[in-house]
């Protein structure tokens, strides 16, 4: 009988060694925006897929710098977390703010916002309480992009008042505190790294998602067909990993980087359609393509291992993109470098949760 026992205790032992050893860690990131301009309803939202999902967008008054959620958006993201909760209840939610959509101009409004204390103060204030009133689980800030010195000590100044703000309301209302979150740039390809405060961005902020996608669009490069999102880049400098290089580099520890996932590709068109690989020659670029739309383009698929990327042509249609071998590549490539996890933009692009479930189970 004591063997016995001894056989069970060492058999419960070794099952709990091995859960530790092989089971996602509760603090691994799979997350996904959900776009208000995307088609997508909030109810249609496989939320089983995710363990964070940020809600995109609310705005910047630049008149009074406070975060305002617009009439279109109120009924959507104030049922947000409610509503993806039905179908995951642990999942986690944050409010997003800001974006690329506005370009030069809504860049310019969070350099001013972040420029003056009282501004700075009304901004974070007014965060605070869009959060708490819709029932998220954080804040994220999406200034596309700091591009100065001095931006990046104003950057710094409102995550550490931000942060600051955050603990204090914790402390008075006995709320849990709202988790604070930013999407940057993913490599100096896109815009200047160096003006990131990393330091700042390391003590104040819980997570950052590195935006690794937009490396070789076809907008950018339309002679030639390009891997929009490469892991690695045996022909040149810039690639997913050496952005992550970059942000390590600037302080922040990869266990607090997500990596971005793109939910869609660029289009080109063929100069020969018999020349159909990488860098193939093109006549012209046909800008952003979601993925399902490239799905049901019916074309044939490669995946390439060395840039860690896939593409696809149909006559002289070509397009560069991250599928299902690509993205599941990329999540594991960032487990091996330790990050903490990573992101999708967005998740309205996806064909029938195929990336979402191939980076979930990756």
Request: aromatic residues 12%; hydrophobic residues 40%; negative net charge.
């Amino acid at each position: 009988m004591a063997n016995f026992k001894v056989s069970i205790l060492f058999s419960t032992l070794l099952i709990m060694v091995l859960q530790l050893l092989f089971s996602p860690s509760e603090a691994d990131i799979k997350g996904g925006y959900w776009y208000s301009e995307s088609g997508l309803a909030v109810s249609d939202i496989n939320a089983s897929y995710f363990t964070h999902l940020f809600c995109a967008f609310a705005d910047l008054d630049p008149n009074t710098n406070q975060v305002t959620i617009s009439s279109t958006n109120a009924a959507q993201f104030s049922t947000f977390t409610q509503t993806v909760r039905a179908n995951n209840p642990s999942v986690t939610t944050l409010l997003s703010i800001g974006g690329g959509g506005g370009g030069a101009t809504l860049a310019a409004e969070f350099a001013n916002m972040a420029s003056q204390a009282d501004s700075r103060k009304s901004f974070i204030d007014s965060s605070i309480q869009q959060a708490r009133e819709n029932n998220f689980d954080g804040l994220d800030l999406d200034w596309e992009y700091p591009s100065s010195d001095t931006d990046r000590s104003n950057l710094a100044l409102l995550l550490r008042e931000w942060r600051a703000a955050v603990d204090q309301e914790s402390t008075t209302s006995g709320n849990t505190a709202l988790i604070l979150s930013a999407a940057v740039a993913g490599s100096d390809q896109i815009s200047s790294l160096d003006y990131y405060p990393g330091t700042d961005i390391t003590e104040n902020l819980d997570f950052v998602n590195v935006m690794a996608y937009d490396l070789f669009t076809s907008d950018g490069y339309p002679t030639s067909t390009q891997p929009p999102a490469p892991w690695n880049n045996p022909q040149g400098q810039f690639s997913v990993d050496q952005g992550i290089t970059t942000w390590i580099g600037l302080g922040v520890p990869a266990s607090k980087l997500n990596v971005g996932l793109p939910f869609y590709g660029y289009k080109w068109q063929l100069a020969d359609p018999n020349n159909h690989g990488l860098f193939a020659p093109a006549t012209q670029g046909l800008g952003a393509v979601a993925y399902k739309d490239i799905v049901s383009a019916g074309a044939e698929v490669v995946f390439d291992s060395s840039f860690v990327t896939n593409y696809c042509f149909k006559g002289t249609d070509w397009f560069g993109y991250d599928d299902t071998e690509s993205t599941s590549t990329k999540v594991v490539d960032a487990r091996e470098r330790g990050l903490l996890g990573y992101f999708a933009w967005h998740i309205g692009q996806d064909s029938n949760w195929a990336l979402s479930e191939a980076a979930f189970n990756a």
